[in-house]
């Protein structure tokens, strides 16, 4: 049992769980300010039924996101301890600086988000809030930092085999670490905009026609039909920004072997490493130099400029297209619901029964183009400073295997608890609709918040 293999193997389990619970904490915190300032402007009890709902979705995964955070970096210590020699000088304060800024920004709010309604102001309630939101995407930023820096590296030196740091505004906004910025916000907003719309649905097939269901579906849909075009253009100049500075990655996205224009666009193919060539291909004539070039004369990378330098093509071929296969899903769901809702103010029972399995839909997306990002640095840990294969431990290999075994069990478990919670706050919500009261009112009606709480 190869320890290399075995190591990246487990580290790819602990990230792949790991993320889906940022993936919907980024943005759900913004939905539910959304919520709070509807609640606010219109006083209407449904956006709080909302609220409710929904932060606590939102305090399970925040709680989910630590604990298999916890575990993942345990890893550098004890999987990957080449890591932080060389370039912990870089990694460490970012890292800490997501801790610092982030971190225990969310922790210390969330508390007043789910118990603070009426035992604090509404102002303060509302301020917690727009703090955890905002501790959300300041995390994301620190995180998507350091990641685009191990894409794109910028802004140090090696000395006696370790990173240092040169200039830190280099190293944070390096070349590639906008466009993965955008790109992974508008994913969680994705993520949690079909979450949502797929959960509502689920309210909608079992009878609830509340008015938080409809909030919620309608919040979800149409922002999903918001904002998947634009994902769709902000992915194209995160591609042409990969063509830039990673070639060989987008050699093996698109499986092309030699380097030329009129190079035509591989829909399906069986790529063959060994011969280096790509067995039952369905191509579109010049796609590929359309999309990476804006014209079907530009001159695309191929494999074979980059011997033993590039990343397996077969896993990186197909996790991009199912990425882009599901953002196209994507983009006719959402319209479709949103053509709906607005004409006719219902769901067909297909588009409904549809929508509740695209509730994961996010993840898938997200998912498939972390592997495409991550595999596709491959065989670097950090591009062109260090290699994955220099940085693992001297750990056995029949250790990791176990361990590995126990995180698959582990979490497996944690995710079937997980997606049975989600259900069971949907059917509860469908149950109860607009019936139960809310948090610390005990039945009595609404009022408006007090002017300046």
């Known amino acids: 049992?190869?320890?290399?293999?075995?190591?990246?193997?487990?580290?790819?389990?602990?990230?792949?769980?790991?993320?889906?619970?940022?993936?919907?904490?980024?943005?759900?915190?913004?939905?539910?300010?959304?919520?709070?300032?509807?609640?606010?402007?219109t006083n209407d009890s449904a956006w709080m039924r909302a609220y409710f709902t929904w932060v606590k979705v939102f305090a399970l995964s925040f709680a989910m996101g630590v604990v298999s955070g916890v575990t993942m970096s345990f890893q550098f210590g004890t999987n990957w301890p080449g890591y932080m020699e060389t370039v912990g000088n870089i990694a460490g304060p970012l890292l800490a600086y997501e801790i610092l800024t982030a971190f225990f920004l969310e922790a210390a709010f969330l508390g007043i988000m789910l118990f603070g309604f009426r035992r604090v102001s509404n102002r303060i309630h509302t301020l917690a809030t727009v703090?955890?939101?905002?501790?959300?995407?300041?995390?994301?930023?620190?995180?998507?930092?350091?990641?685009?820096?191990?894409?794109t590296p910028t802004g140090f030196e090696m000395i006696d085999g370790k990173a240092h740091a040169v200039?830190?505004?280099?190293?944070?906004?390096?070349?590639?670490?906008?466009?993965?910025?955008?790109?992974?916000?508008?994913?969680?907003?994705?993520?949690?905009?079909?979450?949502?719309?797929?959960?509502?649905?689920?309210?909608?097939l079992y009878g609830d026609?509340?008015?938080?269901?409809?909030?919620?579906?309608?919040t979800g849909v149409f922002t999903a039909a918001i904002l998947i075009p634009i994902q769709i253009l902000a992915g194209d100049q995160h591609g042409l920004n990969t063509l830039e500075h990673q070639p060989q990655k987008i050699a093996a996205m698109e499986a092309n072997w030699n380097t030329g224009p009129n190079v035509p666009l591989v829909l399906f193919a069986l790529p063959d490493e060994a011969a280096k060539e790509n067995k039952f291909?369905?191509?579109?004539?010049?796609?590929?130099?359309?999309?990476?070039?804006?014209?079907?004369?530009?001159v695309v990378p191929g494999l074979n400029d980059y011997p033993g330098n590039h990343p397996p093509v077969f896993p990186i071929f197909w996790s991009f297209r199912i990425m882009v296969g599901t953002g196209?899903?994507?983009?006719?769901?959402?319209?479709?619901?949103?053509?709906?809702?607005?004409?006719?103010?219902?769901?067909?029972?297909?588009?409904?029964?549809?929508?509740?399995?695209?509730?994961?839909?996010?993840?898938?997306?997200?998912?498939?183009?972390?592997?495409?990002?991550?595999?596709?640095?491959q065989p670097w840990l950090v591009t062109g400073v260090l290699k994955t294969a220099d940085a693992v431990g001297p750990v056995a290999g029949s250790h990791v295997a176990l361990t590995l075994a126990i995180y698959l069990i582990l979490y497996v478990l944690l995710l079937i608890a997980y997606l049975g919670v989600l259900v069971h706050l949907a059917l509860k919500a469908a149950k109860d609709g607009d019936r139960s009261p809310l948090p610390g009112v005990l039945n009595a009606p609404m009022s408006q918040p007090a002017a300046g709480e």
């Open 328 to 377: 196209l899903l994507m983009l006719v769901v959402s319209w479709s619901a949103a053509f709906f809702l607005k004409r006719r103010h219902s769901l067909p029972k297909p588009l409904a029964l549809l929508m509740v399995p695209m509730a994961l839909s996010g993840w898938l997306a997200t998912l498939a183009g972390w592997y495409t990002t991550e595999i596709g640095r």
């Open 1 to 41: 049992m190869d320890p290399l293999i075995l190591s990246r193997m487990q580290f790819g389990a602990n990230i792949s769980f790991h993320i889906l619970f940022p993936a919907i904490t980024i943005a759900l915190g913004w939905v539910l300010l959304f919520f709070k300032l509807r609640y606010n402007a």
């Open 167 to 204: 200039d830190w505004w280099a190293i944070v906004f390096n070349p590639s670490m906008p466009y993965r910025l955008v790109h992974m916000l508008l994913a969680s907003g994705l993520t949690v905009s079909f979450l949502i719309a797929g959960l509502s649905a689920l309210r909608y």
């Open 281 to 298: 291909e369905i191509t579109i004539p010049d796609g590929a130099s359309l999309i990476l070039r804006h014209s079907t004369s530009g």
């Open 131 to 151: 703090l955890v939101a905002g501790g959300t995407t300041v995390s994301a930023f620190w995180i998507i930092a350091l990641n685009s820096w191990m894409q």
């Open 209 to 218: 026609r509340s008015e938080s269901m409809w909030k919620a579906l309608r």
